[in-house]
């Protein structure tokens, strides 16, 4: 599966829009890119995937560049709830793998 | 609707010792896995079973054995606690493999 490069950290006010990247340059064809999150010790939690065009959930939003090189999580009215590390992963269709990296840990303030 | 089970929450064990973290899923999914995590770490596949009666190994199998002991529950075991196995365990489970996966809350083991 492709390797995944996430800043470490990062810093969003409440109300407004939260833009997590993701760096997968290897990327190939048949990869989905996938978003989790983990909320403090919780286990992790779906928020969305795609292959080629950009998706929308009552969650978050995902962009994903024409060239699939790089990502965006959008998650359009952060709120405080929304603190947790977020996992960026890509996999194989059909693969049973997800290969979690160390995640982008997104601090909503007040 | 109680999705991914995971028991018990907690656990301490001395070294050696021998423990099955147990999961049960009602979700009716095929697809089961067992993950740890370590501090400051994602998590890590250790084994998964793709459907009722098939398990495989994953990244980090040594040390443990696991069951699919029928559609809803996958066992992990370690037969001989080593304190490098101190982490906490994730169960997740997938109608197939190629679905998102639903999380278990944890079992946070420690072993002195």
């Known amino acids: 599966d492709a390797k995944t490069t996430q800043p470490p950290s990062m810093d969003c006010a409440e109300g407004r829009a939260a833009n997590l990247p993701c760096n997968h340059s290897t990327i190939s064809g048949n990869e989905y890119v996938y978003w989790y999150r983990q909320i403090h010790s919780q286990g992790p939690q779906y928020i969305i995937h795609g292959l080629k065009n950009n998706e929308t959930n009552e969650m978050a939003s995902l962009i994903i560049t024409e060239d699939r090189k790089s ?34 840990k997104l601090t909503v303030n007040p | 609707n109680a999705g991914v089970t995971q028991t018990p929450k907690f656990q301490v064990l001395k070294t ?58 996958f066992s ?37």
């Open chain 2, 76 to 112: 992990l075991r370690l037969e001989s606690a080593a304190p490098s196995q101190t982490s906490v365990y994730f169960c997740a489970s997938n109608p197939r493999s190629n679905q998102p996966q639903h999380f278990g809350d944890g079992t946070r083991l420690s072993i002195l």
């Open chain 1, 71 to 104: 990502s965006t999580l959008i998650l359009p009215h952060a709120t405080l709830r929304d603190t947790a590390v977020y996992y960026c992963i890509v996999r194989k269709g059909g693969s049973e793998k997800l290969v979690f990296g160390k995640g982008t």
């Open chain 2, 16 to 73: 050696g010792q021998s423990m099955t973290l147990q999961c049960a899923q009602d979700m009716n999914h095929n697809s089961m896995y067992w993950y740890r995590q370590d501090p400051g770490m994602g998590l890590r596949l250790i084994y998964y079973s793709a459907s009722e009666g098939t398990t495989d190994k994953g990244e980090v199998p040594n040390g443990y054995n696991v069951s699919r002991l029928n559609k809803r529950e």
